[in-house]
């Protein structure tokens, strides 16, 4: 069975930093796109950053380029998050399928930017 | 960005009765084999997204035959046959033939 379970949400300021973590299990992480969605409260999901299966692509959406880095190691995928803003409070998934479709989804964690 | 439209926004079904939720892509989701990466997600309160329809027709395992996806070039259509209490949440499109994957308002379906 396809687990995700992320990690590291909370508290943050902004202009601070904090990585999320995505633990996975029951597949073999180099066979799947892994993404991080976000939505913030009471609002729709917004795609935020993928990665290729054997990590050699990164995409971003514009809105966290430069401040947001995906990366995946072993069975766990990451999301560093600097430079934090306001618009950034969101629940954050990751996500995983064969393609971009998303077919398994972690159960979030929140992020929330304030001073 | 490619813009995804959903309508309606908020649909209220009888238990039993049919439903349809319609999505509109600024941009056509097809790759270059043909298939059309168009998805439906559902998402019940307090719950993560789950996905029921990808390549927009293919239901995902588990996903009852009542739900249905349908369409082609820009428009599509996820189908309800007979709704179930189970089925109130929101319903989301989205494409995933450009980056970045860009999803529809979503559709809050309740229990009328």
């Known amino acids: 069975e396809v687990q995700l379970v992320e990690s590291g949400g909370g508290l943050v300021q902004p202009g601070g930093s904090l990585r999320l973590s995505c633990a996975v299990s029951?597949?073999?992480?180099?066979?799947?796109?892994m993404s991080w969605v976000r939505q913030a409260p009471g609002k729709g999901l917004e795609s935020v950053a993928i990665?290729?299966?054997?990590?050699?692509e990164e995409l971003y959406v514009d809105s966290v380029k430069g401040r947001f880095t995906i990366a995946r190691d072993n069975d766990f995928l990451y999301l560093q998050m600097n430079n934090v803003r306001g618009d950034d409070t969101a629940v954050y998934y990751c996500?995983?399928?064969?393609?971009?479709?998303?077919?398994?989804w972690g159960q979030g964690t929140l992020v929330t930017v304030s001073s | 960005d490619v813009v995804m439209t959903q309508s309606p926004l908020s649909l209220p079904v009888a238990l039993g009765q049919p439903a349809s939720i319609s999505c509109r892509s600024s941009?056509?989701?097809?790759?270059?084999?043909?298939?059309?990466?168009l998805v439906w997600f559902h998402q019940r309160p307090g719950q993560s997204p789950r996905r029921l329809i990808y390549?927009?027709?293919n239901r995902d395992s588990g996903v009852p035959d009542r739900f249905s996806g349908s369409g082609s070039g820009t428009d599509f259509t996820l189908k309800i046959s007979r709704v179930e209490a189970e089925d109130v949440g929101v319903y989301y499109c989205?494409?995933?033939?450009?980056?970045?994957?860009?999803f529809g308002q979503g559709t809050r379906l309740e229990i009328k």
């Open positions: 941009q056509s989701p097809v790759s270059s084999q043909g298939n059309f990466y």
């Open positions: 990665i290729k299966h054997d990590g050699s």
């Open positions: 390549n927009a027709f």
């Open positions: 996500a995983t399928s064969g393609g971009w479709d998303l077919a398994y």
């Open positions: 989205m494409q995933a033939a450009h980056w970045p994957c860009s």
């Open positions: 029951g597949f073999t992480l180099n066979h799947y796109y």
